[in-house]
């Protein structure tokens, strides 16, 4: 069964560093999102992505963070200087239909610890 | 904005038994989504239901939403061991935008 897979499973880095987290979503799906959970708390939406262009961004998705589709499988988070409070989880997921009722299928995550 | 609260917040069971969690929301919504993580792993869907719906089966998952009480709730019968995980609800309105909840801790025990 296709699935959306994510890498790094855990990345380390140091304050001020950028980094870049890497998902292959399913390959017939159309719409791309990043979403992140804290340790213990709740899986927060950061962006949506369609066509190409962002669609729906948080406040937590600021000038730091950019998103990127830089080929026909990819779909990429850069976060430019990472701060201490940008260690989470980190899930891609995707969705293939049009439409607000289809489902969004995740990815296993990427954990970003930021020392 | 949307906000969805789970209860209980843990649950323990016995193998065999039945496990209902609750999801209460605040505003409208298009549909509403329950999902499963492992501890420390991805997010597995496990069923969606629309606002026009009031009841929803997939083998052991039976789900139901009442929008009148802004509330579904998830019932797994005959649990197992390996459906040790946390349970999320997340609900969308006019944008694929998944706002979750708090989530279930479910622990059963063999």
């Known amino acids: 069964e296709p699935e959306v897979t994510q890498t790094p499973s855990h990345q380390v880095t140091q304050m001020g560093q950028e980094v870049i987290l890497r998902c292959v979503p399913i390959s017939n799906h159309l719409y791309f999102y990043w979403y992140r959970q804290i340790l213990g708390q709740k899986v927060e939406f950061l962006v949506s992505?369609?066509?190409?262009?962002?669609?729906?961004k948080s406040e937590i998705f600021d000038d730091q963070f950019s998103v990127e589709r830089p080929d026909g499988s990819n779909f990429t988070l850069k976060i430019r200087s990472t701060k201490l409070e940008d260690s989470a989880m980190y899930f891609c997921?995707?969705?293939?239909?049009?439409?607000?009722?289809?489902?969004?299928?995740f990815g296993p995550g990427t954990r970003l610890t930021v020392l | 904005s949307q906000q969805g609260e789970e209860d209980p917040q843990a649950l323990s069971i016995q193998e065999g038994e039945n496990a209902t969690m609750n999801c209460s929301y605040k505003?409208?919504?298009?549909?509403l989504q329950w999902y499963r993580q492992n501890s420390g792993r991805g997010l597995v869907h496990l069923i969606l239901?629309?606002?026009?719906?009031r009841e929803k089966h997939s083998g052991r998952l039976r789900v139901t939403l009442d929008t009148s009480k802004k509330s579904s709730s998830l019932l797994i019968t005959a649990s197992r061991a390996a459906d040790t995980a946390s349970y999320f609800c997340?609900?969308?309105?006019?944008?694929?935008?998944?706002?979750f909840g708090t989530g279930t801790r479910l622990q059963v025990f063999p």
């Open positions: 997921a995707s969705r293939e239909l049009a439409g607000v009722t289809d489902t969004q299928y």
């Open positions: 505003t409208s919504i298009n549909n």
């Open positions: 992505f369609y066509n190409n262009e962002i669609s729906e």
């Open positions: 239901i629309r606002s026009n719906e």
């Open positions: 997340a609900t969308s309105y006019n944008t694929d935008k998944l706002i």
